[in-house]
C-alpha cells in the first residue's frame, strides 16, 4: 500500500504509519517514513501520529473488529478526515460505514470478483491489472471538470473519460445525466503514464 501511495506521488512525509510491532515501525522508520509504534484503537497512539490534522486515514489491518474499532476512533478524532478502510467480509461494510468510515473495501470481494472477471474476460481482466499496477502502464487520473467543459458531455471533455463523480453519485459516461457537465463535476480518466 505503501509502495502504492508513493508511485501515486504522495511525498514520504505525508505518510505516517502506524503498527503494533516495533520491528515494522522501526522498518518504516528506516525506510524515510514517519511511524508510531502502538495499538491503533488507542486515542493517545493516534494522538501521537497527528490524525487531528490529517487529511486522510487509511486503515488496512488483519482483522475487520479491529478496523471498526480504529474507524470509531479516528473519527472521534478528526471529524473531517476522509477514512478508506479494508475489510475481509462483506457482511462488516456496513458496520465500518458506521462507524466513520467513508469508503470500504471488501478484499474477499475483490479478489472474487477479479478471478471471476479474468476468466469471463482476460483481455479486459489484463487492464484493469494494468490499472492495479500504479506507476507502471495504465493510470487512473481524477480531475475536477474544467470551466469551459462544464455543460458539455463528458465524451467531449479532454481525455478519456470513463466515469464523472457528481456529488455521491458515480455515472458513466454515456448516462444521460453526464450529457451535461456540471461545476464541481470530478472526471476519472483513463491515461497512459507518458501521457501524465
Known amino acids: 500500500m505503501i509502495r502504492a501511495l508513493r508511485d501515486s506521488g504522495v511525498q514520504k512525509a505525508a505518510i505516517v504509519v502506524i503498527d503494533s510491532l516495533a520491528e515494522a515501525a522501526a522498518e518504516a522508520n528506516a525506510a524515510g517514513l514517519v511511524a508510531v509504534s502502538g495499538d491503533g484503537t488507542r486515542s493517545e497512539v493516534l494522538r501521537q501520529a497527528q490524525i487531528a490534522s490529517a487529511d486522510q486515514v487509511v486503515i488496512a489491518v488483519n482483522r475487520d473488529d479491529t478496523a471498526v474499532l480504529i474507524a470509531l476512533t479516528a473519527r472521534q478524532l478528526n471529524p473531517a478526515a476522509t477514512i478508506v478502510a ?76 470513463i466515469a464523472v463523480i457528481r456529488g455521491s453519485q458515480v455515472l458513466g459516461p454515456d448516462d444521460p445525466r453526464a450529457a451535461r457537465l456540471e461545476k464541481g463535476d470530478q472526471l476519472i480518466l483513463v491515461s497512459s503514464r507518458d501521457g501524465l
Open 86 to 161: 479494508a475489510v475481509r467480509e462483506e457482511e462488516n461494510r456496513d458496520l465500518l460505514r458506521q462507524s466513520g468510515a467513508d469508503h470500504v473495501v471488501v478484499s474477499s470481494d475483490a479478489a472474487g470478483h477479479m478471478l471471476a472477471f479474468s476468466t469471463l474476460r482476460p483481455a479486459a481482466a489484463k487492464v484493469i491489472a494494468d490499472l492495479l499496477d500504479l506507476g507502471r502502464g495504465l493510470d487512473l487520473v481524477e480531475r475536477p471538470a474544467g470551466e469551459a467543459e462544464v455543460g458539455t458531455p463528458a465524451r467531449a471533455a479532454a481525455g478519456a473519460v
